[in-house]
């Protein structure tokens, strides 16, 4: 009888053991999935950024050259 507890707690631990380790492979992978949202935000954000420079440069580059040139005189 006492080696049948014996066997069912070294059973219960090593199954405690494995599902700890998955819980934690389980975590990393949502790391894993925030880190490629991040990086599809960041990407976003520099794509409209450079719209924004594309669209509004000449523009603000002529706003200054006339400041810079008023400025002189």
């Known amino acids: 009888m006492t080696h049948l507890f014996q066997t069912l707690f070294a059973l219960s631990v090593t199954a405690g053991d494995r599902v ?5 492979e ?19 954000i520099a794509i409209a950024v450079v719209g924004a420079v594309a669209l509004f440069g000449p ?3 002529e706003l200054f050259t006339s400041v810079n040139l008023n400025g002189k005189s």
């Open 20 to 24: 700890a380790a998955h819980a934690t």
């Open 26 to 44: 389980l975590k990393a992978r949502e790391t894993g999935a925030s880190a490629v949202e991040y990086a599809l935000l960041v990407g976003a």
């Open 59 to 61: 523009k603000l580059n």
